[in-house]
């Protein structure tokens, strides 16, 4: 039987980060290979609906058993794992397309306020990450750009997917340590490796 597919996915630059830490993550983690499992990674577009409709294309290529984005949160200190994505678009600065809507909905069908909820169980996420040394947090604001939009779109869609941001290379830590590239790797590699075990 074929190993399972889990679809590792990262973001390109976008106005104010020129160098995105999340494309560094998918390169290294693409074809990791687990009992059962191996890591599919791709670099979404920061454009919307660009990701959305990119992530929907490699669901129906590789039909992944998990998906797991990952995108970098600017002025974070530590890891947030999301529990929410919300239907609204408001965009702090425009996308890699220009656009920079305010207030929309992202399914006009649904109220704006409208969310969905992460299908894991999260708390042990942290848990995991906090043993091996790397602080995060159970967030509940994915944030209205095109990262919560992209999570919103997969949830939307079925997918059983985890949303997990990231601070900037060279943040520094709660606990004084720098955010190295080494130490997001582990953080991308222990978040893989606990889905993969919570199936």
Do not use: K
């Not at 679809?7 to 976008?14: A, H, N, S, V």
């Not at 069908?109 to 995060?136: K, N, Q, R």
């Not at 779109?153 to 997918?159: H, I, V």
């Amino acid at each position: 039987m074929a190993d399972r597919v889990l679809l590792l996915t990262g973001f390109g630059p976008f106005p104010g980060v020129d160098d995105n830490p999340t494309a560094a993550l998918a390169r290294a983690l693409d074809g990791l290979q687990l009992p059962g499992l191996r890591v599919v990674s791709a670099i979404l577009p920061v454009a919307h609906p660009a990701s959305g409709q990119e992530v929907a294309r490699l669901c129906a290529l590789h039909q992944p058993a998990a998906l797991l984005h990952l995108g970098v949160a600017q002025q974070a200190d530590l890891v947030r794992i999301e529990q929410l994505a919300c239907n609204e678009l408001s965009f702090r600065v425009p996308d890699t397309a220009g656009a920079q809507p305010q207030a929309m909905p992202i399914d006009p069908s649904l109220p704006l306020d409208a969310e969905l909820s992460v299908p894991w169980p999260v708390g042990g996420l942290w848990a995991a990450l906090s043993l091996a040394g790397l602080p995060a947090a159970l967030s509940d604001d994915a944030g209205r750009y095109v990262c919560n939009a992209t999570f919103w779109q997969s949830l939307r869609g079925g997918q059983r997917a985890l949303f997990v941001h990231v601070p900037q290379v060279g943040a520094v830590a709660p606990d004084g340590t720098p955010w190295t590239l080494e130490r997001l790797v582990h953080v991308a590699t222990v978040a893989v490796q606990w889905m993969a075990a919570a199936r």
